[in-house]
């Protein structure tokens, strides 16, 4: 059976070059998605204050907000932008900037910066230009009136999927402060770190608390798994366990066999095929995640990470804490 999507997210995987800078996009990097636009230095929009290690005058928390969730599209919340709207953007721990469609940039009134062009590419390897950047005032999420601390810099794109009005990466627009992701209540929620931090020594029961890693370039949070390979943990994906064949092989996954074969579209408009394999059991600290959805990545690029997807993330409260650099997974 073979189905064929739009993915938003980092099935989308987001990798984004400056053209003007001339930032090779693969270069010497490990990842192919990695030596890109560096994220947390030129988007300082999302960058509230957090020097040398320590928040400084932390913004008013955000209320919880419910999202809904859309097999297509993926994890949708209402968004105002520059105080209009609702919008519909999905939630995209991957994404590694928030991205609002042309359309909405026109109609919110964000301010193109000139000159500025940027590439966008995915999980495909596929690059296609026509992004900008741009300023926007305020976002709200939930309400109009429900602020969250990001502002200044956005992405503009041409080619976000029509049903769907931006991309929304909660590390970005989140910070100074904590979120939750509770895939089970469906609630996306913060805090402060520095009043309710996450410890390393108190996992839930069934769960664990481990390092929140990231690719130098942003927030995007990576794992540890056992045998020490990295996965991305992307909300934006619409996989389970999603790997290439060389990672397969280094978890010593041997039923490769593929049930379903998946057709997905970047935002490149590149093609990813893949096919759903046996499941799965992998390791992140204390935790063993037993038969998990598992996907076999057939067209990726060689380097793209491993994936945690959505069909993984599903049982699970994410608690992500950017000042003590970790992330709690409580099963629910």
């Keep these: 059976m073979k189905r064929s999507v739009v993915k938003l997210g980092s099935s989308l995987l987001l990798a984004l070059t400056s053209i003007i800078g ?7 990097a490990p990842s192919l998605l990695f030596n890109r636009l560096d994220v947390s230095r030129r988007l300082k929009s999302f960058q509230n204050t957090a020097r040398r290690g320590r928040i400084e005058s932390a913004p008013t928390l955000p209320r919880p907000v419910r999202f809904r969730e859309d097999e297509g599209r993926g994890l949708l919340v209402d968004v ?7 919008y519909t953007f999905a939630v995209d721990t991957g994404a590694g900037a928030s991205i609002i469609s042309a359309r909405v940039a026109r109609e919110v009134g964000a301010k193109l910066i000139a000159g500025s062009s940027i590439s966008i590419g995915g999980l495909s390897g596929q690059t296609s230009g026509g992004g900008r950047e741009a300023v926007i005032r305020t976002l709200a999420i939930g309400e109009r009136r429900n602020y969250l601390p990001a502002k200044g ?9 029509p049903d769907v009005d931006g991309v929304l990466d909660p590390s970005e627009c989140y910070q100074p402060h904590g979120f939750v992701i509770d895939f089970p209540a469906r609630e996306m929620s913060a805090f402060d770190p520095r009043l309710t931090p996450v410890r390393r020594d108190e996992a839930p029961a069934g769960g664990a608390v481990v390092p929140w890693l990231t690719d130098g370039n942003s927030r995007r949070p990576f794992v540890t798994l056992d045998g020490g390979r990295r996965a991305l943990v992307d909300t934006g994906s619409g996989f389970g366990l999603a ?4 990672h397969a092989r280094a978890l010593g996954m041997t039923d490769l066999r593929g049930r379903e074969r998946v057709s997905v579209h970047d935002l490149a408009r590149g093609e990813v095929r893949a096919e759903r394999i046996a499941p799965a059991t992998v390791q992140i600290g204390a935790l063993s995640l037993r038969r998990v959805p598992t996907d076999l990545l057939l067209s990726a690029p060689a ?8 069909d993984a993330l599903r049982p699970f409260q994410l608690t992500f804490d950017p000042l003590h650099k970790l992330i709690c997974f409580a099963p629910r």
Excluded: C, K, Q
């Excluded at 380097?303 to 959505?310: A, D, H, S, T």
């Design 22 to 28: 001339a930032v090779p996009l693969f270069g010497a």
């Design 303 to 310: 380097n793209v990470p491993i994936l945690l997807g959505r």
């Design 153 to 161: 810099l956005v992405i503009v794109s041409e080619h976000l999927p």
């Design 80 to 86: 105002w932008i520059n105080d209009t709207g609702a």
């Design 243 to 246: 790997l290439n064949l060389n």
